[in-house]
């Protein structure tokens, strides 16, 4: 294959273009913002089961307290119930001994469901304070996510400036080329990933491979205008004075 010398050099312009966006191409895949984003929701959705389990356990207790506040207001009423009778002066002797012994065992019932009470609202007021906590923490969560999320935004805004340049500038140098030699140069930079590199201290810019004497001597005798690839990985090899020929 053979092309202009000058238009060979070009080739250079653009296999920078496209080392650029192959750079931003991989910046944008491995930004450490992105890593830190799914460590960041991860957190989230733990602290937001977390809050969840909280609000549970939270209403299981409300329900318990509404229940033993119940049961006692029925042993109440039966106390007080069992005290008038006691104070109508309307039941024998025996009735009297009957009652006095149930509001006996209606007192220790209550004693008893009063301190179960207690024990409940020390144990919600202790899972409250724990749900507060958990909030809390889930808003720190929740900010720090937001704000990672933002710095990935704020830095893919930046490379999505640069991409849209050097896309850019690519456009209007691709038509410069002939066809063959832009089919070449495309072919091996999607094969791997360097279409064409400058020849320089007798290396391929893009393997960096060491030429042999006789590589060199054979490139040395092509014509200018002849289009050399690398043997090792197939870059078109650009000559310039820089080559030290
Ligand atoms: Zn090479």
Not at 88 to 100: A, F, H, I, P, W
Not at 206 to 215: F, K, W
Request: glycine fraction near 4%; charged fraction near 40%; charge should be negative.
């Amino acid at each position: 294959m053979k092309a202009d010398p000058a238009v060979q050099r070009r080739l250079l312009e653009l296999a920078d273009v496209d080392a650029e966006l192959a750079r931003i191409d991989h910046r944008r895949r491995t930004m450490p913002e992105l890593a830190e984003i799914a460590e960041a929701e991860k957190s989230v959705q733990a602290k937001r089961d977390a809050k969840v389990a909280n609000e549970t356990t939270l209403g299981d207790l409300d329900r318990e307290v509404k229940r033993q506040e119940k049961e006692i207001d029925a042993v109440r009423a039966r106390e007080d119930r069992d005290r008038a009778l006691l104070a109508g002066g309307t039941v024998n002797s025996k009735q009297m001994t009957d009652l006095e012994h149930e509001l006996n065992t209606l007192q220790r019932r209550q004693t008893t469901l009063e301190d179960e009470l207690l024990e409940l609202m020390e144990r919600r007021e202790a899972v409250e304070l724990d749900g507060r906590h958990a909030a809390v923490e889930l808003a720190k969560a929740e900010e720090a996510l937001a704000d990672a999320a933002n710095r990935r935004d704020h830095a893919l805004a930046d490379l999505e400036g640069v991409w849209t340049r050097r896309t850019e500038e690519r456009a209007k140098l691709v038509p410069t080329f002939p066809e063959p030699l832009l089919g070449l140069y495309e072919r091996v930079r999607k094969l791997k990933g360097i279409g064409a590199s400058l020849l320089r201290a007798r290396r391929c810019g893009a393997c960096r491979i060491e030429l042999d004497r006789s590589a060199i001597s054979r490139i040395a005798g092509a014509a200018a205008d002849e289009v050399l690839t690398c043997e090792e990985c197939g870059a078109i090899m650009v000559r310039t004075p820089e080559s030290g020929l």
